[in-house]
Each structure stands twice: as C-alpha cells, then as structure tokens.
C-alpha cells in the first residue's frame, strides 16, 4: 500500500521553529517530486514548496521564502520542511503529496497525499 505519512506538527510561539517529515511506505521517493501544501480553515489549499527528485531544484510560495526550507533524504525515504519566524497566518494543516512529474506548487498535479498534520501558531 503506497503510503505518506506527516510528522512533526504541533503548537508554536511566533518566531518559533518546527520540521515537518513526509515518510513514505509502500514505495520509493528516489524518482518522485515532493511538495509541501497546507489548508488554513475557511482558505484554499496552498502550495508552499516543492523539491525535485534529487532535490536539486526547489521552489517556494513568496508568503515562505527565507523562512521555510525543504530538503529530503531518499536513503531514509523522508522528505522534511524546515519552518522558522513562524507567524500566527502560518497556521494551518500541513500535507505532504508525491508525484513521478516535475516539482510544481499545483495540486493538482500530485497522485499521493498523506494525511496531514497540524501547525498552530500562537502565544
């Protein structure tokens, strides 16, 4: 069974910092894009970065760049996104999704999702 699983959410300060995992079960990351997106209540489902296969080519939604990173690690099959100055609007459920295509912030694109995890951002 082809499987995303999400860690690392939880509650945060302002300012604070989390990573994110996506572990994938079932198959390979070696040749899939991964993406980051994330669902606040009441908005649409944003994406907010992405990574190439071999993690040579990123992208971010300008509301992250400087703040978020993603990286990934195909020997442990786990994909990570780096949160720092994490902000209160930064608050959301957080989704990984894996497709065999070119890293792209559509997700419409993507055929695996996990199931999500939860960031809050408060004092």
């Known amino acids: 069974q082809l499987q995303l699983v999400e860690s690392g959410g939880g509650l945060v300060q302002p300012g604070g910092s989390l990573r994110l995992s996506c572990t994938a079960s079932g198959f390979t990351l070696d040749y899939y894009a991964i993406a980051w997106f994330r669902q606040a209540p009441g908005k649409e489902r944003e994406g907010v970065s992405c990574?190439?296969?071999?993690?040579?080519?990123?992208n971010y939604a300008d509301s992250v760049k400087g703040r978020f990173t993603i990286s990934r690690d195909n020997a442990k099959n786990t994909a990570y996104l780096q949160m720092n100055s994490l902000k209160p609007e930064d608050t959301a459920v957080y989704y990984c999704a894996a497709d065999h295509r070119l890293p792209s912030l559509n997700g419409r694109l993507y055929d695996y999702w996990g199931q999500g995890t939860q960031v809050t951002v408060s004092s």
């Open positions: 990574i190439s296969s071999t993690g040579g080519s990123t």
